[in-house]
């Protein structure tokens, strides 16, 4: 009964590359959320998405990132021309049902260094 | 603007005695309230939470009490472990968004349990 995968677990870029986040819900689940922690920080929402459907990115900067939950395959958080700030922890988290207060569970996370 | 606090960065408690996590929060339109519990490297765990229409949930070891006159909510841990040596995140849903939406944490209190 595997959890929340997240790959790749460490992801090292230069500034104005690419970072293409990978996360596979659990079993069952259709919601799908991410969030960003920068150092000393809580976790910050980005954007919550179910199968092939955005249902809020308030959390996400308006420039260079994206994310999709297409109808086959895992989430993808995109990050396009990454700068310093980037730098972060980026988790993925799902639950089974869209309900007031649903637990979510998270994966590892994904470490973002850009260089 | 921090809609959710956690104002004791760290907290050391000797094992065996009785841990109080606290935190606050500022938007009255919260309705569910949670808390997880995260290693360094790995994702948050959830671990227990409460519903804005109660005033307290137990579970094991785990309690937690909202006082929602106040906007404050607290953990209880007894009695306490060295495995709950762990950074604790205090986290509230609803908001504007209301219905399953994007969890809004503190920053987190890091609890070192003593032997």
């Known amino acids: 009964n595997a959890g929340v995968m997240q790959n790749p677990r460490h992801l090292v870029r230069r500034r104005g590359q690419e970072a293409r986040l990978r996360c596979s819900p659990m079993?069952?689940?259709?919601?799908v959320y991410w969030y960003r922690q920068l150092p000393e920080e809580g976790l910050k929402f980005m954007v919550y998405?179910?199968?092939?459907?955005?249902?809020?990115e308030s959390g996400m900067p308006k420039e260079r990132f994206s994310a999709e939950f297409p109808k086959e395959g895992p989430s993808i958080l995109r990050i396009q021309q990454v700068v310093r700030g980037d730098s972060a922890a980026y988790f993925c988290?799902?639950?089974?049902?869209?309900?007031?207060?649903?637990?979510?569970?998270f994966g590892p996370g994904t470490r973002l260094t850009v260089l | 603007d921090q809609q959710v606090k956690q104002n004791s960065p760290s907290l050391s408690v000797q094992e065996g005695r009785i841990s109080i996590l606290n935190c606050d929060y500022t938007?009255?339109?919260?309705?569910?309230f949670l808390w997880y519990k995260k290693y360094p490297a790995e994702g948050p765990t959830f671990l227990i939470s409460?519903?804005?229409?109660?005033d307290k949930n137990e579970d094991g070891r785990f309690t937690v009490f909202l006082n929602k006159s106040a906007k404050h909510l607290s953990l209880h841990i007894v009695p306490s472990q060295p495995g709950d040596s762990a950074v604790y995140f205090c986290?509230?849903?609803?908001?504007?968004?209301?219905?399953?939406?994007?969890?809004?944490f503190g920053k987190g209190t890091h609890l070192i349990i003593q032997p």
């Open positions: 998405l179910q199968k092939e459907n955005i249902i809020d």
């Open positions: 988290a799902s639950s089974p049902r869209q309900l007031a207060g649903a637990e979510q569970f």
């Open positions: 986290a509230a849903s609803g908001g504007e968004r209301g219905g399953a939406d994007g969890l809004t």
């Open positions: 938007n009255s339109m919260f309705d569910y």
């Open positions: 079993k069952g689940h259709s919601h």
């Open positions: 409460i519903s804005s229409i109660k």
